[in-house]
């Protein structure tokens, strides 16, 4: 989709597109009053700055959406298809990993009542339990941040790769 048209989409329409990139209510109202956007990177731009202030009820809002990492996501959803697109490399895992990440999986969530969460996209699984392993020493404080900076990441990512970042602007023809 390009800039224009997610623009012109219908409030309803461009909220539920917004929900994809990060199930936050009052981060996706924003993003779709912001409209119409100049540029793609007006949107990032104004998509980043508001997720630089997520709270944790924020981040505990869109991990009701998030499966675990080495879980198949389910449904058929425009959600579910982005979590299975950014989670692939975990097709080919190796057992021993998968069964490390649903153990690392459920320590986490024991020890920070959530699910862990990072951005999948363009990680192999063992740099992704590695970090897993990692983030269970960090206290509550310092893993909620960084659990937030993931949720952004990926909302960020899912944001260009939802609207097409190659828009040549009628300026930039001349």
């Not at 986490?108 to 020493?137: C, D, K, N, W």
């Amino acid at each position: 989709m390009d800039l224009d048209e997610f623009n012109a989409l219908s409030e309803s329409d461009a909220e539920t597109m917004v929900q994809v990139w990060a199930a936050i209510p009052g981060w996706v109202d924003a993003v779709v009053a912001g409209r119409p956007y100049s540029s793609v990177d007006a949107l990032i731009s104004y998509a980043a700055n508001l997720a630089s202030v997520w709270s944790r009820a924020d981040l505990d809002a869109a991990l009701s959406h998030h499966p675990r990492i080495g879980d198949k996501p389910s449904g058929s959803g425009a959600t579910a298809e982005a979590s299975r697109s950014e989670q692939s490399s975990m097709l080919t895992a190796a057992d021993d990993i998968v069964r490390a990440l649903a153990a690392g999986n459920a320590d986490y969530e024991a020890r920070f009542g959530r699910v862990f969460l990072i951005r999948a996209a363009g990680r192999t699984p063992a740099e992704m339990l590695s970090q897993l392993h990692r983030r269970l020493e960090n206290d509550d404080a310092v893993e909620a941040r960084e659990a937030t900076e993931q949720l952004a990441e990926i909302a960020l990512l899912r944001l260009r790769t939802t609207i097409d970042t190659d828009t040549v602007t009628p300026e930039e023809q001349e």
